[in-house]
């Protein structure tokens, strides 16, 4: 069964550094997703992809965190310098389309750690 | 602005009772309504609802949705151990929102 594939599963990064995570979707999904989640609170969308395009990085903290995807298939998610306050469990998820309601498949996630 | 309450936050039943879990949602030009379960790992998918008044059963969990009162349930029947975890519901809209969580503990 096709999965989505994550790394690294673990980071534990000092804060001011860089850290960037990885993400493969489902073969033939078009849409991909990067979600923060906190502990004890739900996943929050940071970015999602149409392809290679940008659909929506509202809450994306874009003076320290990029995401690319640029030939529509895997994407990374950089944060630049790390705080504190970004330790949490980065998920990727895909779905087949953007367009009509669907479920998305999430991968193992990283789990991330700022000292 | 757009929302997805969860209710309760967490719960402890014993092995055998049956659980109601609710997800109240107001969110702009809603499509569709998600169940995952989360355990120590990534979210898993359960339902996807989008018609109000139409159950979806697997087993021991079923799920409605009202879209006229703007929530959902999640019911679970004869409840194990393995139902622990936190149950996540999320809308999709104009963006994919994520409640909370329920958590939810099944003791022997």
């Known amino acids: 069964e096709a999965e989505v594939a994550q790394s690294p599963r673990y980071k534990i990064t000092e804060k001011s550094q860089a850290v960037a995570f990885w993400c493969d979707p489902i073969s033939g999904h078009a849409t991909l997703y990067w979600y923060r989640q906190i502990l004890g609170q739900g996943p929050e969308l940071l970015v999602q992809?149409?392809?290679?395009?940008?659909?929506?990085d509202s809450q994306l903290p874009k003076d320290r965190f990029s995401a690319e995807r640029l030939k529509g298939v895997d994407s990374t998610l950089k944060i630049q310098p790390a705080e504190l306050g970004d330790s949490a469990m980065y998920l990727c998820a895909s779905s087949r389309g953007l367009a009509g309601p669907g479920e998305q498949y999430f991968g193992p996630g990283t789990r991330l750690t700022v000292t | 602005e757009d929302k997805v309450v969860q209710s309760p936050l967490s719960l402890v039943v014993h092995e055998g009772d049956t659980v109601t879990l609710n997800c109240s949602y107001e969110?702009?030009?809603?499509?569709?309504l998600l169940w995952y379960k989360q355990e120590k790992k990534a979210p898993t998918f359960l339902f996807m609802l989008?018609?109000?008044?139409i159950e979806k059963k697997s087993g021991r969990l079923s799920s409605i949705l009202d879209k006229k009162e703007l929530f959902s349930i999640l019911n679970i029947t004869a409840t194990q151990t393995g139902d622990s975890a936190i149950y996540l519901c999320?809308?999709?809209?104009?963006?994919?929102?994520f409640g909370t969580g329920t958590s939810l503990t099944v003791i022997p």
């Open positions: 999320a809308t999709t809209g104009n963006q994919f929102y």
């Open positions: 969110v702009t030009n809603f499509r569709s």
């Open positions: 992809f149409q392809d290679e395009s940008v659909v929506d």
């Open positions: 989008t018609s109000s008044g």
